[in-house]
Each structure stands twice: as structure tokens, then as C-alpha cells.
């Protein structure tokens, strides 16, 4: 069983640095570095998240998060607004156009995904995902969201 789960999880962080690459490549074609588009990515699944907060979430200073904020909030793809909570806090919220980048990229990526996986029998995909979902439940119960 252990060799069965270090080789699950050997080939999952090889899918795991596709994936990373086709983002990457997204984000080019979309004229955003990928810094910018993990700086969507993370305002669009963490609501309210501050300019700390986002500085926490990527391991860098709060000053290259400015940087990066600024550059987005000027091609119109992210807002600075108050919290609706306290006022003295500023909170990162997309734009309809970052919405849109986020959802083209995603549907790009899903479609990619599907075409690429389209040659493999679909008992091996149910299986693959039952997999998949069940390392996830476990790392879920191990690491809350926010802990890792």
C-alpha cells in the first residue's frame, strides 16, 4: 500500500506541474505574468482577502504585492474597495473583466483537459478521480484549509 501511495502521489505532482505550465502559458496569452493571475485566482476564491492577507498567501513581502496589485488594479482587472466589516481594512475584490479572465482561463483549461483525456477509458478516469478525491478528503481532515 505505501509504494501504491508514493507512486500516486509522485505522478500527481508531475500533473500537478502541467497544470502549473498551462497556467502559466494562460497568463502570457492573456498579457498577465503568472504572479498576476495567482494574484487573481487567490482574490477570486478567497473573499475579502486583504493586501496582508494576499502577501501571506504568496510568501512575499507586502511591497510586491503592492507592485503586483497596482499593475492589475490599473488594466482594469482588480479593485481595492472598505470592508463592509471595518472600514479601516481594504479588501481585494475582482472586476467583471478579472471575472472574465478567470473564467476563460478556467473553461480554456477544462476543455484542454477534456480533449487531452478524451483517449483514456472512462473506468480509468472514475477511478482516477475517486482517487483523487479521496487524497483529497484525507489531506482536508490532516491540513483545514489555511494550514498547509
Do not use: W
Not at 496589485?69 to 481585494?92: F, H, K, M, P
Amino acid at each position: 500500500m505505501v509504494e501504491a501511495a508514493r507512486e500516486f502521489v509522485l505522478a500527481l505532482e508531475d500533473l500537478m506541474v502541467r497544470f502549473q505550465e498551462e497556467h502559466r502559458f494562460a497568463a502570457r496569452n492573456r498579457k498577465l505574468t503568472p504572479l498576476q493571475f495567482v494574484v487573481l485566482k487567490i482574490v477570486s476564491s478567497c473573499r475579502g482577502v486583504t493586501m496582508s492577507g494576499l502577501a501571506t498567501k504568496l510568501g512575499v513581502k507586502p511591497q510586491t504585492v503592492t507592485h503586483i496589485v497596482d499593475s492589475l488594479e490599473q488594466s482594469g482587472q482588480l479593485r481595492r474597495a472598505d470592508s463592509s466589516e471595518d472600514r479601516r481594512r481594504t479588501i481585494l475584490l475582482l472586476t467583471p473583466r478579472g471575472r472574465r479572465t478567470i473564467d476563460s482561463v478556467h473553461s480554456d483549461f477544462v476543455r484542454r483537459l477534456e480533449s487531452i483525456l478524451s483517449v483514456a477509458p472512462e473506468s480509468k478516469l472514475r477511478a482516477a478521480a475517486e482517487a483523487v478525491r479521496i487524497a483529497e478528503k484525507a489531506y482536508a481532515r490532516d491540513h483545514p484549509r489555511g494550514e498547509a
